[in-house]
């Protein structure tokens, strides 16, 4: 669900916090694409008001089968341990990424995502 929003471009911040160059190469697919008003959905999910929604429930979407039954309501809570290892917090999941291990980016990648409500508005 969140590969696309994992690579970033080096300009984009999450949360309040920019991200070093290092994070991504230069023709990323940034969150924005995913967040928003009118977000294209196409590979991923929209991300707006991911905060509270269960996992693998974004009307519309094709999700796998492992993400529809996996009852995770996404929060400040669980996403941390799922996004630090997608495919093993979630065996069958389609989401191809080994995950991030930094605290610190994983705060302030919630930061950025829950600015966002389901209409997609920032909060």
């Known amino acids: 669900m969140l590969e696309l929003l994992l690579q970033l471009r080096p300009d984009l ?23 928003g008003r ?3 959905s196409s590979s991923a999910p929209p991300l707006n008001g ?3 929604r269960k996992s693998g429930t974004f ?9 529809k039954s996996a009852g995770i309501t996404w929060s400040e809570e669980t996403f941390p341990k799922y996004i630090r290892a997608p ?19 994983i705060a302030d990648l ?4 829950k600015q966002f409500g ?6």
């Open 13 to 35: 911040r999450w949360g309040r916090t920019p991200l070093p160059a290092s994070k991504c190469s230069s023709d990323c697919a940034p969150p924005a694409t995913r967040l």
């Open 87 to 105: 495919m093993q917090e979630m065996p069958g999941t389609r989401m191809a990424f080994v995950g991030i291990k930094n605290d610190k980016d």
């Open 50 to 52: 991911i905060d509270g």
């Open 110 to 113: 919630w930061a950025y995502l």
């Open 59 to 67: 009307e519309g979407f094709n999700y796998s089968p492992a993400n």
């Open 38 to 40: 009118t977000p294209k």
């Open 118 to 123: 389901a209409d997609g508005a920032k909060k």
